[in-house]
């Protein structure tokens, strides 16, 4: 069956067409535009490629605030023009099919559990892990949402009570764990101003104090991590975007943070695991949610 997705993003929005069988996804087309002027102007360019093709469902992912039950894009920061707009039954007329709304990190969560690095495991958490750190939640099987949609805002968590701000709050998860952050901790133990890519690009050429920045991130990682696994006890945390590019600077100090801090009988078989879907994480994204 042929599937489609919209992935709307603040730089850029897709369409995709995709034939899914099972596991097993192969992808059929895509479309992409910029992301400027009205929603409008944005999305009829994009309804106009999916629906030559008469897809059976549409799932489509967008970073919040959104309303997913309710199928309306509330304010997005990054979507200025998308401004309460009603986009699933917007959809569902133009393609006259059925079609769902999920956040990025819900969505990113579905696509990792579906085809990637959760395949088979019933209790699985996605972390973002890039320009914020966000998370989806599977949960027995199925995505979990919470009652107002907020389910997942793991940033917010504080793990130390100082340190870089991510979420508004000094200290917290998304401090430690975010590209922004790293760029503030960078700044607070170094006195330069560089990114997380360049600190891996130091911690590579052995750069002792770029590796020791690393392993403080680490550290604080892992403490997150076993709030998460004391309380959700999954089988799998599947993080992406920066975890994916330093894992090696990254996985032994927060595994050792784990190991300290969560309960040992919630690690039994317990594995953290590098997304698998890359770049192309968000096509895989809004095509799993239409499922």
């Not at 469902?57 to 509330?74: E, K, Q, T, V, W």
């Not at 590209?179 to 130091?202: H, N, P, V, W």
């Not at 991590?225 to 996985?251: C, H, K, M, Q, W």
Request: one cysteine or more; a negative charge.
């Amino acid at each position: 069956m042929t599937y489609a997705g919209l992935d709307l993003g603040g730089t850029k929005c897709a369409a995709i067409l995709a034939e899914v069988n099972g596991e097993e996804i192969t992808f059929l087309g895509r479309k992409e535009v910029p992301t400027q002027g009205t929603w409008q102007e944005v999305i009829e360019p994009l309804l106009g490629f999916l629906k030559e093709h008469k897809p059976v469902a549409c799932g489509i992912s967008c970073g919040g605030p959104l309303d997913s039950r309710a199928g309306i894009i509330i304010n997005p920061p990054n979507l200025m023009s998308f401004e309460n707009v009603p986009i699933v039954s917007i959809v569902e007329q133009a393609l006259q099919c059925p079609a769902r709304l999920q956040n990025d990190a819900d969505a990113c969560a579905l696509a990792e559990w579906r085809f990637g690095a959760g395949r088979g495991t019933r209790n699985m958490i996605f972390l973002t892990f890039g320009t914020g750190l966000g998370a989806g939640l599977i949960l027995d099987g199925r995505l979990y949402t919470g009652a107002k949609n907020l389910a997942g805002e793991v940033g917010h968590i504080r793990l130390a009570p100082d340190g870089p701000e991510g979420y508004r709050k000094r200290g917290s998860f998304e401090g430690f764990c975010s590209g922004g952050g790293i760029a503030q901790l960078i700044e607070m133990r170094s006195g330069e101003t560089y990114s997380a890519k360049e600190l891996a690009q130091r911690a590579g050429a052995g750069d002792p104090q770029a590796l020791a920045i690393w392993e403080e991130i680490g550290t604080q990682f892992g403490r997150g991590l076993a709030v998460l696994v004391d309380i959700l006890n999954p089988e799998a945390i599947v993080a992406g975007s920066i975890f994916t590019r330093a894992e090696r600077f990254l996985y032994e100090p927060a595994m050792q943070a784990l190991r300290e801090e969560a309960l040992p009988e919630s690690l039994v078989d317990f594995r953290l695991l590098p997304a698998q879907l890359g770049d192309q994480i968000g096509d895989y994204a809004a095509i799993a949610i239409g499922m």
